[in-house]
């Protein structure tokens, strides 16, 4: 019997990589975690292997660490990679980018190097529809100019989408696909994975999901008046097992297919602040209480995907919708109120 191909999740213990490791495992491939645990813990991987019935291996570093990099491709040998290691918070980005700059970008730029070193030459990137910036109509196809990203968070996505497309040019064994998420949101339906935001949330769904469960007061809503139906921002919300889904039709379609190719992973519909509010009450039978205040600076008033592409080219298409997103959510955060610190999720 073949062995089972052996996929390297960069980031696999965080909110995205956690749900990619179990869909992975549960469709017959090895995994090999390499993680810091900057923004997670090794508990996401435990409840992993609880729900798949086998472990992935685990291996905490860095990836910016070239010898511990070397000695994981060295060890077994790797057929593809998926690459969810970064931070992410954008206003921290905005404090100190060069953090952001050093830890995406060369974080990728060693990646790469390792990867070429070994023999692998597949790679999925975890970008984000931020660089299409603030898009001038929506749906945003990926043909869409890219637009301006408003923070370094998003300028590192951007280079590095950059860093991977003229890597490709330069040698053909290369086969990277980039792709664009919209707001991912929800959480594995038997609540065991979800997401664990460092202090407070910045991204909506996690804040009201914090409401909800009393550990935080009120949402703030940041504005009311932006060229939307109700005034609020318009998102394109898509559960995490779909967007996960999303990672391994996307290696499969890299078997058969050289060079870079892009494709957006969301739903194709488009919600408000105000959508996702009364959504979540419905799901969570509680009252959410909220006040109007000023925009948030950088914010977008619409942003939603075609995803047209991505179902021609990989056969994916999200098929959760918005009250499983939020009954998903609230069962989470509801069984794990301090998230993976939480002990009553057994
Ligand atoms: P996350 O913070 O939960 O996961 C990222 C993981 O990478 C964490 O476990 C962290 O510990 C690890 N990590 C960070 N730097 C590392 C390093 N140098 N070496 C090893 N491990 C490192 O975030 P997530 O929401 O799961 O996002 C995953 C990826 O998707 C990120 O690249 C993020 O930028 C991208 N993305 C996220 C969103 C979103 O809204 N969640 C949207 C678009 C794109
Ligand atoms: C959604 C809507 C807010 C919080 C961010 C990053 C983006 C991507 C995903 C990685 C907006 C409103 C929010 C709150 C609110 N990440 N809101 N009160 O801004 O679309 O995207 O996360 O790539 O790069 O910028 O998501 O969840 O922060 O906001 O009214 O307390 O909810 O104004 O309209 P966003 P979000």
Same mark, same amino acid.
């Given at each position: 019997m073949l062995p089972s191909p052996h996929i390297l999740v960069t980031g696999g213990a965080g909110y995205i990589g956690s749900h990619t490791v179990l869909v992975l495992l549960q469709s017959g491939f090895d995994v090999t975690v390499i993680d810091n645990l900057s923004n997670s813990s090794d508990e996401s991987l435990s409840r992993v292997a609880r729900l798949a019935g086998k472990s992935p291996r685990f291996v905490k570093a860095d990836i910016r660490e070239r010898g511990q990099l070397s000695a994981v491709f060295a060890e077994r040998p790797v057929s593809a990679v998926i690459h969810f290691a970064g931070l992410k918070a954008v206003g921290e980005s905005v404090r100190v980018p060069l953090r952001y700059y050093d830890n995406n970008v060369v974080g990728t730029l060693r990646l790469c190097e390792a990867m070429a070193e070994h023999g692998v030459f597949t790679l999925v990137f975890s970008s984000s529809?931020?660089? /299409?910036?603030? !898009?001038?109509?929506? !749906? $945003?196809?990926?043909?869409q100019p890219l637009g301006t990203p408003t923070n370094p968070y998003g300028r590192s996505k951007l280079m590095i989408e950059q860093l991977l497309t003229d890597l490709a040019a330069s040698d053909a064994r290369w086969k990277v696909a980039l792709l664009r998420y919209f707001n991912p949101v929800g959480a594995h339906e038997s609540g065991l994975i979800g997401e664990d935001p460092n202090? $407070? !949330?910045?991204?909506l769904l996690p804040y009201i999901a914090q409401v909800a469960g009393g550990k935080l007061r009120e949402l703030s809503v940041?504005?009311?008046? /932006? !060229?939307?139906p109700d005034g609020t921002g318009v998102r394109d919300y898509i559960h995490v097992v779909d967007l996960a889904e999303g990672h391994l039709c996307a290696l499969n379609a890299l078997q058969t297919r050289p060079g870079v190719g892009i494709w957006n992973l969301g739903t194709g519909r488009g919600y408000s602040v105000f959508d996702m509010l009364q959504a979540f009450e419905a799901a969570s039978g509680k009252t959410i209480p909220y006040r109007l205040a000023p925009r948030r600076s950088g914010d977008i008033a619409m942003c939603f995907a075609d995803p047209s592409r991505a179902e021609r080219e990989l056969g994916w298409r999200a098929s959760r919708g918005l009250q499983a997103m939020m009954e998903d959510t609230w069962r989470w955060q509801s069984r794990n109120p301090n998230g993976y610190r939480s002990s009553t999720a057994g």
């Open positions: 529809a931020t660089v /299409y910036g603030d !898009p001038a109509t929506v !749906p $945003i196809s990926e043909d202090g $407070i !949330p910045n991204n940041w504005g009311n008046d /932006y !060229p939307t």
